[in-house]
Every structure is written in C-alpha cells, then in structure tokens.
C-alpha cells in the first residue's frame, strides 16, 4: 500500500519568513496529493491540492510543487504570518471512479514567531 | 462545500463500556465513508473503509469485532468502540466526499471529530 513521509516534524519560523514542507510517497499510482491544515483539536481542513499531471499549483501565499519521477512534493507558504501557525499534514491517494482513502504523512507542526 | 458532521463531539465511559459515534454527511449521499484514529500529536491513522450496504474494510492491525462499523444508509455510518478501554482513548474523525459532484479529484471533507476518553 501507499506510504507517506514527511518532514520536518516540527518547523520555526519568523513571522514574514518562507515555509517549506516536504513529502514523499511510495506508490507511482498515485495521483491526487492534498495537503491539509489542522488546529489543536479541530478538523482537517483542505489548503491546496495537485494533481499528478500538474507540477506545481499556486493559490496566494501557498505553493505546492509535484516532482512524479523522485515521488515527492512540497508546501510552501510564503510571507508567513502567526495565524499560519497550525499542524499541517500531506496526503496521497489514487483517484478514479472509485473511492480511495487518504494516506497521511505524520504532519509538520509549524510555529510562526511573531 | 459538502458538510459532515459527528456525534457526538466528545464521550467520556467507564472501561468495558460500548460507544457508537455517528457520522452524518448532511448535504449529500456518500457511499463511502472512511474512519481515521488521531492520538495526540500524531497523524490520522485509517481504520476502515466504511460501504453502505456492505462489510466495511479494516486496516491491517485493527480489530474488526472491536470497532463495529455499519453504514446503513447512504449518510449515516456508524463506529462502535465495544468493551473500550483507556487505550482506545483517541480523536476519531470521519471523512467523506460527494462522488456525484466535481468529478474524482474533488474534496474529501472530514467531520469535527469525536473524542473518546475511557476511565
């Protein structure tokens, strides 16, 4: 099945200052990566997703940047603010007409220093 | 977007009690629903694929007749914990996506969560 690692666990930056988060995922299958934001004791909520015939998608200060042959993918959060604070989780999965779960990563705890 | 919703929010039960979570997608019909298991500070762990009408799917490493699941209708499925005991205390949240709606790359959205803590 798939399997996902990501890194850093944990990251520190000042606020104003670039994020970047790293992924890797095993099955070449997969074709669907979303990356998702989670407070302290709330949902998951989706931030900005890619999919594998697309490199890299932008929406405002978030980037996201897909390399299919090494099977890795990024976040970047610019002009990083303290709301931006948040545990932030990669996710790979196979989408066709059926209904495939989401395989996590072990999430990012990003702090942003005010 | 697609709403989906938990109950309830948080149970507190006594060791060797059963607790049913709901897991409700309230503005459209999933055939399929899956079940993650959250410890604190840590990763959402998939449980099960939950299939209306049919038997749900277990990962590999998650007790079938422990974590009852029944998905009888096309927005409701159900998680039981049977004979819970504290190490089964855990964030449980749902998840969903509308397959009739957007196409096969579109949101999975996920319920509040429940948290479950066993004395």
């Known amino acids: 099945g798939e399997n996902v690692e990501q890194h850093p666990s944990t990251l520190s930056v000042q606020e104003g200052d670039s994020a970047v988060i790293k992924c890797t995922y095993s099955?070449?299958?997969?074709?669907?990566f979303p990356w998702y934001k989670q407070e302290l004791g709330k949902r998951p909520q989706l931030i900005i997703d890619?999919?594998?015939?697309?490199g890299e998608k932008k929406d405002q200060r978030i980037a996201v940047t897909l390399n299919k042959t090494a099977k890795h993918f990024s976040l970047h959060i610019t002009e990083t603010q303290p709301e931006d604070s948040a545990v932030y989780f990669c996710?790979?999965?196979?989408?066709?007409?059926?209904?495939?779960?989401?395989?996590f990563g072990k999430g990012t705890r990003l702090s942003v220093i005010a | 977007g697609a709403v989906v919703s938990q109950h309830p929010s948080w149970v507190i039960c006594k060791s060797g009690t059963s607790v049913k979570i709901e897991c409700r997608s309230l503005?459209?019909?999933?055939?399929?629903m899956f079940w993650y298991r959250q410890f604190p500070k840590q990763s959402l762990m998939l449980m099960a694929t939950s299939n209306e009408g049919s038997k749900a799917t277990y990962e590999q490493g998650v007790e079938k007749d422990k974590f009852l699941i029944n998905h009888a209708s096309l927005t409701l499925s159900t998680l039981t914990v049977t004979s819970a005991h504290p190490e089964d205390s855990s964030f449980y949240i749902c998840?969903?996506?509308?397959?009739?709606?957007?196409?096969?790359?579109?949101?999975?959205?996920f319920g509040p969560g429940t948290r479950l803590t066993v004395l």
């Open positions: 998840s969903a996506r509308d397959q009739g709606r957007g196409g096969p790359y579109n949101e999975q959205f």
């Open positions: 996710a790979a999965s196979l989408r066709t007409s059926g209904n495939t779960p989401l395989v």
């Open positions: 099955d070449s299958a997969s074709n669907y």
């Open positions: 503005d459209f019909q999933a055939t399929t």
């Open positions: 890619i999919r594998s015939n697309v």
